[in-house]
């Protein structure tokens, strides 16, 4: 059990910190509001998906997924397009004042639902890495794995409305967070980029 355990939590950590659509939202979210409580609902929310679709890929859709040949490129596909909008999307949202661009609870888990279940390269880590991960084991040791790449992504999500809330303490102008934007948006461009390089391959 321990080492399913271990290796949920190495796999996990390993999906979760580079900078995609998802963290960055959190992370913005906590660095526009005044109090960490009120980015509650956008870290629940992206938590409770992460949780959703590793227990589905954990529980076989990874299996039957894998054997549908077509879906790869389609996957692929859906995935730059995505990945293009919302790296524009990111890097126009520098309003003048951060208050323009907080949202409410409502709000909060309408995006952070788009970003984690539209997100076809999210889709892709979790069912495809995690879920074939998880074959390595059986029974409650591979329950085990799950439960432990599900508790990286609560603790995480935590953390990372923590740190937006430190930064958005130290930088009252918002720059900071403009920034950050545009060095994202241009990440994420160039995952929408790699995508589509995939799609050429398999097609």
């Given at each position: ?155 995480w999500f935590l953390g990372l409305a923590a740190a937006g809330r430190v930064l958005g303490r130290a930088d009252t102008s918002g720059r900071a967070v403009r920034l950050l934007n545009k ?21």
């Open positions: 059990m321990t080492e399913a355990i271990v290796h949920g939590i190495i796999l996990a950590f390993g999906l979760i910190l580079p900078l995609g659509v998802q963290n960055i939202f959190v992370f913005n979210q906590g660095a526009l509001h005044p109090r960490f409580r009120n980015t509650l609902p956008v870290v629940v929310t992206a938590a409770v998906c992460d949780t959703l679709l590793i227990t589905a890929a954990v529980g076989g859709v990874s299996l039957l997924l894998l054997t549908l040949d077509w879906l790869t490129p389609v996957i692929y596909g859906a995935g730059a397009l995505f990945l293009l909008y919302m790296g524009r999307q990111i890097w126009l949202s520098a309003p003048a004042s951060a208050e323009t661009r907080q949202l409410p609870a409502r709000g909060q888990i309408g995006y952070a639902l788009s970003v984690s279940l539209l997100n076809p390269h999210a889709l892709l880590d979790t069912v495809g890495v995690i879920g074939t991960g998880s074959l390595a084991y059986e029974g409650l040791e591979r329950w085990g794995f799950a439960a432990a790449t599900a508790a990286v992504s609560w603790l060095g994202s948006a241009l990440l994420i461009w160039a995952m929408a980029v790699y995508m589509a390089l995939q799609l050429w391959r398999s097609v």
